[in-house]
T-cell receptor, first 114, second 111 residues
Framework: DTAVSQTPKYLVTQMGNDKSIKCEQNLGHDTMYWYKQDSKKFLKIMFSYNNKELIINETVPNRFSPKSPDKAHLNLHINSLELGDSAVYFC?????????????FGPGTRLTVT | LAKTTQPISMDSYEGQEVNITCSHNNIATNDYITWYQQFPSQGPRFIIQGYKTKVTNEVASLFIPADRKSSTLSLPRVSLSDTAVYYCLVGDGQAGTALIFGKGTTLSVSS
């Protein structure tokens, strides 16, 4: 069974469209994250939720909106997509919030905006 | 959060021991040192974490000197499948703080 899964794996869309990426973890973890890895391979935290509550909200455009319907799911909705949004988006989870807890990453979603 | 510095790249051959050193001169008292590994087209994977001295698991060893201003990840007898990017991170584990991934060290293992 996949611990952290993301759908879709690839997403190609045009500028201006709205898209969502879904993430699910079956590890029973309380904390989930969204990261963005750009073309230069820098991996940056975007959001973190703990027990469905937002605890980390980095400097991310308002076009990005995370939603956590329950502890096992953290979805990312992106409005009015721009070329600069092209990247690989990783979802992750950990037992508790904080950097000392091992984070389990999903396989990533490669978003291409044309 | 303490900033980390590590070599951009390293090359090795199969069967050799590889040591990747990370500098974190302004590490705080409560900070832990954590290493992640990332293969191409995959998410990072936790390798090892330590606070001081030496930590060993089935994958690697982590050496931390007494002043904790640096740490060394040791991979024994690497294989081609160890080719990946290795990230050194430092953090105190407080809720609301995030892992800060730098550029990492790209390890290339050849036969």
């Amino acid at each position: 069974d996949t611990a952290v899964s993301q759908t879709p794996k690839y997403l190609v869309t045009q500028m201006g469209n709205d898209k969502s990426i879904k993430c699910e973890q079956n590890l029973g973890h309380d904390t989930m994250y969204w990261y963005k890895q750009d073309s230069k391979k820098f991996l940056k935290i975007m959001f973190s939720y703990n027990n469905k509550e937002l605890i980390i909200n980095e400097t991310v455009p308002n076009r990005f909106s995370p939603k956590s319907p329950d502890k096992a799911h953290l979805n990312l909705h992106i409005n009015s997509l721009e070329l600069g949004d092209s990247a690989v988006y990783f979802c992750a989870s950990s037992p508790s919030p904080g950097t000392t807890y091992e984070q389990y990453f999903g396989p990533g979603t490669r978003l291409t905006v044309t | 959060l303490a900033k980390t510095t590590q070599p951009i790249s390293m090359d090795s051959y199969e069967g050799q021991e590889v040591n990747i050193t990370c500098s974190h001169n302004n590490i705080a008292t409560n900070d832990y040192i954590t290493w992640y590994q990332q293969f191409p087209s995959q998410g990072p994977r936790f390798i090892i974490q330590g606070y001081k001295t030496k930590v060993t698991n089935e994958v690697a060893s982590l050496f931390i000197p007494a002043d904790r201003k640096s740490s060394t990840l040791s991979l024994p007898r690497v294989s081609l499948s160890d080719t990946a990017v290795y990230y050194c991170l430092v953090g105190d584990g407080q809720a609301g703080t995030a892992l800060i991934f730098g550029k990492g060290t790209t390890l290339s293992v050849s036969s």
